[in-house]
């Protein structure tokens, strides 16, 4: 049975490296993250991304290991991200990678979403874990 969880997050983005194109320029960050909420945690990680000359268009992929307590179980586990920005919209997938899950958290499946509102981070965590 899938279960769904919500909180808050704060996020740090270190550019780490930048290189211009014909019509692109892409990027590399460090990511550091603490979750707060059913999700106790914080992660590492990097992302890649390409901005446009056009505004507003820009895609990205991301790979971060979570470290905490999710609904008070210990372990770590790996979320895979993709992001497409076009126009002001967005298409975003962050998925739990299968079997990436240790500690209390061997087996979690699962997608995360992510919000932004008067500039504070939520996020939606569904998830399934074995019995």
């Known amino acids: 049975m ?14 780490q490296a930048e290189g211009k194109g014909e019509g692109s320029t892409q990027g590399r960050m460090s990511i550091d993250k603490q979750f707060h909420g059913d999700l106790e945690a914080n992660s590492k990680g990097e992302m890649l991304t390409a901005m446009t000359e056009v505004k507003g268009s ?3 992929v991301a790979i971060e290991r979570v470290s905490g307590t999710l609904e008070g179980r210990n372990g770590s586990f790996v979320l ?5 920005m076009t126009g002001g919209g967005q298409d975003l997938s962050i998925t739990v990678v299968p079997d990436s899950g240790s500690g209390e958290l061997v087996g979690l499946a699962g997608k995360k979403d992510v919000r932004i ?4 981070h939520f996020y ?7 019995e």
């Open 2 to 15: 899938s279960k769904r969880i919500s909180g808050t997050f704060e996020v740090k983005l270190a550019p």
């Open 58 to 60: 820009a895609g990205y």
């Open 80 to 84: 895979l991200h993709r992001g497409i």
């Open 117 to 120: 509102a008067d500039g504070k």
């Open 124 to 130: 939606d965590l569904e998830y399934t874990l074995p």
